[in-house]
C-alpha cells in the first residue's frame, strides 16, 4: 500500500512538478509518468502517474494531503494504486460496464463481426432481405 494513483494530471504537468508536490510528505522511491506511445497524442502525457513511497505512512499522509489538491487549475484525484477512484455516482467505469452489459452490440465488435466492414456481399444480401420484407409488409 506504498504505491499510489495520481489522476486528472494537467497535461502542463511534468515529473519535476509531481517530485516538487510529492516529494514534501516523503522519500519518493519510484515515479512512473505515462505517456501515449501511438496515435495523435505520441509523446503527450496520458494524465496520470504512478508513485511509491518507502514507507506505508508517508505514502498515506500523501494521500490525505493532495487528493483534491489543485495543480495547474486540476483538482488531483490520488488513491492507492490497487483501488480505482470513484465519483460520486459510482465511478465512470462501473457505468461504462453496465451499457457494455445491456446486450447491445459496439462498434468494434460489429467490425470485427463483420470481417472488417467491407462485407459488400453480406451488407447487399441483408438489405436485399430486408427490402424484401418490407414489400411483404405493404
Known amino acids: 500500500k506504498d504505491r ?3 489522476g486528472n494530471l494537467p497535461p502542463t504537468v511534468d ?3 509531481l517530485l516538487q508536490v510529492f516529494t514534501k ?4 522511491t519510484k ?3 505515462l505517456f501515449h506511445k501511438t496515435g495523435a497524442l505520441k509523446g503527450k502525457p496520458r494524465g496520470y502517474a504512478f508513485l511509491e513511497y518507502g514507507s506505508h505512512n508517508e505514502a ?3 494521500l490525505n494531503a493532495a487528493n483534491g489538491k489543485v495543480v495547474h487549475g486540476r483538482k488531483l484525484v490520488v488513491t492507492y494504486a490497487n483501488q480505482a477512484p470513484l465519483d460520486a455516482d459510482g465511478g465512470a467505469m462501473r457505468q ?3 451499457m457494455m452489459e445491456t446486450g447491445r452490440p459496439t462498434t468494434l465488435s460489429m467490425l470485427k463481426s463483420n470481417a472488417g466492414g467491407r462485407n459488400k456481399d453480406g451488407t447487399s444480401n441483408k438489405i436485399a432481405m430486408m427490402e424484401a420484407k418490407l414489400r411483404e409488409l405493404e
Request: no cysteine.
Open 60 to 62: 498515506e499522509k500523501a
Open 4 to 6: 499510489l494513483f495520481i
Open 96 to 98: 461504462r460496464k453496465a
Open 15 to 17: 515529473e519535476y512538478t
Open 25 to 28: 510528505f516523503g522519500k519518493v
Open 31 to 33: 515515479l512512473d509518468f
